[in-house]
């Protein structure tokens, strides 16, 4: 098939006017000026006219889970800061006290409250309702134009039960703050289910959640298995106040259900995450949020040479109200930064076309094609495809997606503009 549009966008050097790409099966078997594919290629032409076709979108950090809470968690804002998963109520661990009451909190002012309030409507969902919304937001992303997603899921046992419409690394997100001494089961049991999948990985949740024991089983089967990883650091303010001050509303809640406290009051949480022993900090971690970085902990990136893969995610980290993420100084220092939506908790869609819109409005000076790189580019690199996916280029995976585009500016801005459904996506070398 050759599929010709008014621009083709392939993030490989400059868009070409009136261009063309032959697919063949999954693959992409050449792109160009449109008469000189069609000289070179045969097959059926689709002509798309006036539209911009560009590489599939790649989400970075997504929870589909809680697709089915879109809205029902009211944002933090006065003087709050927080985390945006509090699965620390886990259907299969014991929850605790009223946060399982499906009471609807009326308010969410601390990371606490959040917990509570997700907590609380979590406790009202069974794997059937689970599937749903996994489901669900499976389709909300491809209609939004994403053909690959980095999910964290809760529920590995359920990835058997579920056919993906768009290429998927399933995470199992794993939290042993309840029953630190079965955390190598814990990550055990998550692979049995995990190994159905043809892509995945594992996400200890965040260092106030899973114990360091959980992490370092993490990276030993890591560098077996030669799988990702990826967790949620240094998010929130709470996060900060607990780590290094052994204070603050997240420090009290944790130590109220039985958390061992002994790590707290000494380090930052990027501290502790690439001081701890084994080579934390391999090429194989994802790491989402990085909002709470101190002057020291810049330092101590400076001079360590590992450069993990950085997930921020614009809207979520809005809705919490978190510190500026400082994306400038990650940058600068050769972090390889993308963004994905985080969940429906703490979002209210799953368009990639959103997010780069909100991260447009805090960083207005970094140009469009920039920020369309962090939705293809970046985390085709994060996830180690940067061979086979982000780029419109021979012998890439044929992922693909269009979007209306005329001459009044330039394809991409025209592309960061885009608000709707994707009307023509390809996955797969599929319609
Ligand atoms: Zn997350």
């Known amino acids: 098939m050759i599929i010709r549009a008014r621009t083709v966008v392939t993030m490989d ?10 697919v063949s099966g999954n693959q992409i078997a050449d792109v160009g000026k449109f008469d000189e594919i069609r000289a070179r290629n045969a097959g059926e032409i689709v002509d798309l006219g006036e539209q911009a076709l560009l590489p599939g979108f790649i989400n970075a950090h997504c929870h589909l889970d809680y697709t089915c809470l879109r809205g029902k968690i009211p944002p933090l804002r006065a003087a709050a800061d927080s985390c945006s998963h509090g699965p620390v109520g886990r259907p299969n661990l014991p929850a605790l006290g009223d946060e399982s009451t499906g009471h609807r909190p009326v308010a969410t002012e601390s990371f606490a409250d959040w917990i509570r309030a997700i907590n609380a409507e979590k406790a009202k969902l069974s794997p059937n309702d689970y599937i749903a919304s996994i489901n669900d937001g499976f ?20 990835i058997p039960q579920i056919r993906e419409p768009i290429r998927t690394w ?39 959640t899973a114990s360091k024991n959980l992490y370092s089983h993490c990276e030993e089967v890591a560098r077996r298995e030669d799988i990702l990883l990826t967790t ?34 000494r380090q930052t949480p ?21 909002n709470e970085l101190t002057e020291s902990d810049f330092d101590l990136l400076e001079r360590s040479e590992r450069r993990f893969h950085v997930v921020h995610s614009p809207r979520s980290h809005d809705y919490f109200n978190h510190s500026r993420f400082p994306f400038e100084k990650l ?8 963004l994905g939506t985080d969940s429906l908790a703490s979002n209210d869609s799953l368009s990639l076309f959103d997010e780069m819109r909100a991260f447009r409005r805090s960083e207005p000076g970094i140009s469009p094609d920039k920020i369309l790189k962090m939705v293809t580019v970046n985390p085709a690199r994060a996830l180690r495809q940067e061979n086979t996916l982000g780029r419109i280029r021979r012998g890439f995976r044929a992922d693909l997606l269009a979007v209306r585009c005329n001459e009044r500016d330039t394809p991409f801005e025209q592309i960061l503009e885009f608000d709707g459904s994707v009307d023509w996506i390809m996955v797969n070398g599929k319609l």
């Open 139 to 158: 389709a909300e992303a491809k209609r939004f134009g994403t053909t690959t997603i980095a999910n964290l899921t809760a529920f590995a046992e359920l």
């Open 270 to 290: 990027l501290e502790l995450f690439l001081g701890a022993p084994g080579g934390r900090a391999l090429p194989h971690w994802i790491v989402s949020h990085l």
């Open 232 to 265: 949620h650091l240094a998010e929130s303010r709470e996060e900060m106040e607990m780590f290094r001050d052994a204070s603050g509303p997240l420090y009290e809640f944790l130590k109220s259900i039985g958390r061992n406290m002994s790590d707290c009051g």
């Open 13 to 22: 050097g400059a868009p070409i006017e009136n261009g063309a790409v032959a």
């Open 331 to 338: 940058r600068a220092l050769g972090f390889n930064i993308c």
């Open 170 to 208: 399933w995470f199992a997100e794993l939290i042993d703050v309840r029953a630190p001494e079965r955390s190598n089961e814990i990550v055990d049991l998550a692979i049995g289910s995990l190994k159905s999948a043809p892509n995945w990985g594992l996400a200890p949740h965040a260092l106030f």
